[in-house]
């Protein structure tokens, strides 16, 4: 059974016993018909699910992607889908390449929360991405991370995700951004002047993360490898530092990485590899933002050191105003790369809403490279269900 059969179950049983409440306002009859129904889905669906889709509707009624499996359980599904119109700089000579495609909108996100004894929770999540959009492509795999919550003590995961470091210092200027990379200027140890440079930020990882009153801590230990034969592991290491009052949020946040990481590499040929070469050691960011009504503001300062010991630096804004259903965003970034190898980069773009957790978007950048390399221009639409 697919997701969306899924949802159009628990909203019809939702609906059901609603019904069954409005004309007999008695509860034994409500359960009576919640039960008859069930039974009846079950003889001709053959499907354990039922039940579980049973419980959700008469707890959550036509709320479907949020499901109390049990009253200790809690299951959500989340989708988004989108696509675009895409003009990118593909080459140094200037070379523009023009797509419709999905823009990286095109992803499912499962969670699980298992409430224990004594408060402590088990959680478990994976994401899978399915873009760009092509027939009979593979599914690649995104997030992964499961373990426990437990109350004072925190947060213990363990997987391939976005560390808390990535999510909340290198990624701070992006927040706005709706689609593929047209509103996004160079991400630190990501992306150098158009290029991925694919730091480890996103490996394998064992990560804990804790909060006391105003203040956050992560610690997040990334797993990778001395040398290409996989077989002598190297560990590196991110501590990240939150502090909130309000609407106001700071984070300051290093990293030490080791030199090879686990990544899945195809080669032009088809080979594949599985590892990556790290182009940096360490890596240090101190990032800002502030809520004021209907305007966000945010800033960045981040430094990493490559493996042949030049400093690399980037500083830089963002700011986002929300006008009824329109968003509007505009980021600027200074990038140094050694040398001669400095840019002003800056990026700029609106969405509009027009009906709940779907957007239409225009979104532009230049990163101030030669020949235009990176710019982007696109337009889209992208929808959360």
């Given at each position: 059974m697919t997701v969306r059969q899924l949802q159009r179950h628990a909203i019809f049983m939702g609906k059901f016993t609603k019904l069954c409440t409005f004309f007999t306002r008695l509860r034994w009859v409500t359960l009576t018909c919640s039960v008859a129904f069930l039974i009846f889905m079950e003889f001709f669906m053959m499907k354990k699910t039922a039940i579980a889709l049973g419980i959700a509707a008469m707890t959550f009624g036509a709320q479907a992607a949020d499901w109390m499996v049990t009253p200790?359980?809690?299951?959500?599904?989340?989708?988004?889908?989108?696509?675009c119109f895409q003009n990118l700089v593909t080459s140094t000579a200037g070379q523009v390449t023009s797509t419709v495609y999905g823009c990286s909108n095109n992803q499912i996100q499962l969670k699980s929360t298992k409430t224990l004894e004594n408060g402590i929770k088990l959680i478990g999540q994976i994401e899978v991405d399915f873009d760009p959009l092509l027939d009979n492509d593979l599914v690649k795999a995104d997030d992964m991370r499961v373990g426990f919550d437990i109350p004072v003590w925190?947060?213990?995961?363990?997987?391939?995700?976005?560390?808390?470091?990535?999510?909340?210092?290198?990624?701070?200027?992006?927040?706005?951004?709706?689609?593929?990379?047209?509103?996004?200027?160079?991400?630190?140890?990501?992306?150098?002047?158009?290029?991925?440079?694919?730091?480890?930020?996103?490996?394998?990882?064992?990560?804990?993360y804790n909060k006391y009153e105003n203040f956050s801590l992560a610690i997040t230990l990334n797993a990778g490898y001395q040398d290409t034969?996989?077989?002598?592991?190297?560990?590196?290491?991110?501590?990240?530092?939150?502090?909130?009052?309000?609407?106001?949020?700071?984070y300051f946040g290093s990293v030490v990485l080791p030199a090879y990481y686990s990544d899945t590499v195809q080669a032009s040929s088809g080979a594949l590899t599985y590892y990556r070469?790290?182009?940096?050691?360490?890596?240090?960011?101190?990032?800002?933002?502030?809520?004021?009504?209907?305007?966000?503001?945010?800033?960045?300062?981040?430094?990493?050191?490559?493996?042949?010991?030049?400093?690399?630096?980037?500083?830089g804004a963002s700011v986002e105003q929300t006008i009824d259903a329109w968003k509007f965003g505009f980021t600027m970034q200074n990038a140094n790369y050694g040398g001669s190898k400095q840019y002003s980069q800056y990026s700029a773009g609106a969405n509009y809403t027009f009906v709940k957790n779907a957007r239409v978007y225009v979104e532009a950048r230049t990163l101030g490279v030669a020949n235009a390399y990176g710019d982007a221009f696109e337009v889209g639409m992208k929808y959360t269900f």
């Open positions: 200790d359980h809690k299951f959500e599904v989340n989708a988004d889908v989108g696509a925190g947060k213990l995961v363990a997987g391939q995700f976005d560390s808390f470091f990535e999510d909340n210092v290198s990624e701070a200027l992006g927040f706005w951004g709706v689609g593929d990379i047209a509103a996004y200027v160079d991400e630190p140890i990501s992306f150098v002047a158009g290029d991925k440079s694919r730091g480890a930020v996103k490996s394998k990882a064992l990560e804990y034969n996989m077989y002598t592991p190297m560990y590196g290491v991110g501590t990240t530092l939150g502090y909130k009052s309000g609407d106001f949020q700071m070469a790290n182009p940096y050691t360490n890596a240090t960011g101190l990032t800002a933002n502030y809520t004021m009504g209907n305007t966000k503001v945010a800033g960045l300062v981040y430094t990493a050191q490559t493996t042949a010991g030049v400093m690399y630096n980037w500083g």
